[in-house]
Nanobody
Framework: QVQLVESGGGLVQAGGSLRLSCAAS????????MGWFRQAPGKEREFVAA????????SYADSVKERFTISRDNARNTLYLQMMSLKPEDTAVYYC?????????????????WGQGTQVTVSE
């Protein structure tokens, strides 16, 4: 049974940092693209970042470029999102997901497995 479990969310002041983790179990996803998405109240789920299996290519939403860094440790089957210079508009539930084998997909419907999400709240 595939399971993705996010952790590392919390409450932080604007300008602060958080590191999210996503531990995968039940299967190895070292060949799959993995991604982070987020969803704020009343808004659609949106793409944040994605990384290919080898970790050598990444993609970011414009709103998080230069502030967030996605990485992965295939030996630990774990995905990370380092978030710096956080802003109140980054407040959302953050989800990790497993996607296709090759393309750095940005649409939620291109991802097959999802975690339950972790809340990130950035105060003024």
């Amino acid at each position: 049974q595939v399971q993705l479990v996010e952790s590392g969310g919390g409450l932080v002041q604007a300008g602060g940092s958080l590191r999210l983790s996503c531990a995968a179990s039940g299967r190895t996803f070292s060949r799959n693209v993995m991604g982070w998405f987020r969803q704020a109240p009343g808004k659609e789920r949106e793409f944040v970042a994605a990384i290919i299996g080898s970790g050598s290519r990444t993609s970011y939403a414009d709103s998080v470029k230069e502030r967030f860094t996605i990485s992965r440790d295939n030996a630990r089957n774990t995905l990370y999102l380092q978030m710096m210079s956080l802003k109140p508009e980054d407040t959302a539930v953050y989800y990790c997901a497993v996607g296709p084998l090759i393309s750095l997909a940005k649409r939620p419907n291109e991802y097959n497995f999802w975690g339950q999400g972790t809340q990130v709240t950035v105060s003024e």
